[in-house]
T-cell receptor, first 115, second 115 residues
């Protein structure tokens, strides 16, 4: 149990579909993140939220739309994705987004396949 | 942007052997982190290093923060089958920084341990 729960674990969607990824953290953290993990590539930061406010958008295409209704929940809404968007999408949280010794806690990810 | 070069990309070893991997950068980092990702799960923090020259152990794992602040090393002694997974280094430009959007990840070292 990581304290960060992601659903679904696996998702297959067509390029015209609309779907959403969900993340919930039970750690009382204030910051939440979306990362993209592709094979043999470094983790790519997509979005950062601090106290529900988006503080970073790392040049992510608009077909990915994040939503953070409160400090415990984070969504990633997906629409008109491309096959190259297939990857493992990881959610993470931390006590605060820049503090000393405030490490990231990751969820187990959603394996997304775009057909 | 900053990049980390992590090597080797993959390792195949026998149970009981020692393992060494490293990360190098053209830029200075003031915090180095090592994460492990088990199959089907998210990365978990193993060791955090905050000072150049620092040597820190966590059980059979030992990590070092290079004196130049441009590299870090991870050693695993007497490997066991559950050491299998992907090991990531990560660097942060701030002293004590362990989260936030400034964390740069290496591309990972895939470790396979044969019984």
């Amino acid at each position: 149990e990581t304290g960060v729960t992601q659903t679904p674990r696996h998702l297959v969607m067509g390029m015209t579909n609309k779907k959403s990824l969900k993340c919930e953290q039970h750690l009382g953290h204030n910051a939440m993140y979306w990362y993209k993990q592709s094979a043999k590539k470094p983790l790519e930061l997509m979005f950062v939220y601090n106290f529900k406010e988006q503080t970073e958008n790392n040049s992510v295409p608009s077909r990915f739309s994040p939503e953070c209704p409160n400090s415990s929940h984070l969504f990633l809404h997906l629409h008109t994705l491309q096959p190259e968007d297939s990857a493992l999408y990881l959610c993470a949280s931390s006590q605060d987004p820049g503090g000393y010794n405030s490490p990231l806690h990751f969820g187990n990810g959603t394996r997304l396949t775009v057909t | 942007g900053q990049q980390l070069n992590q090597s080797p990309q993959s390792m195949f070893i026998q149970e009981g052997e020692d393992v060494s991997m490293n990360c190098t950068s053209s830029s200075i980092f003031n915090t180095w982190l090592w994460y492990k990702q088990d199959p089907g799960e998210g990365p978990v923090l193993l060791i955090a290093l905050y000072k150049a020259g620092e040597l820190t152990s966590n059980g059979r794992l030992t990590a070092q923060f290079g004196i130049t602040r441009k590299d870090s090393f991870l050693n695993i002694s007497a490997s066991i089958p559950s050491d299998v997974g992907i090991y990531f280094c990560a660097g942060h430009p701030n002293a004590g920084g362990t989260s936030y959007g400034k964390l740069t990840f290496g591309q990972g070292t895939i470790l396979t341990v044969h019984p």
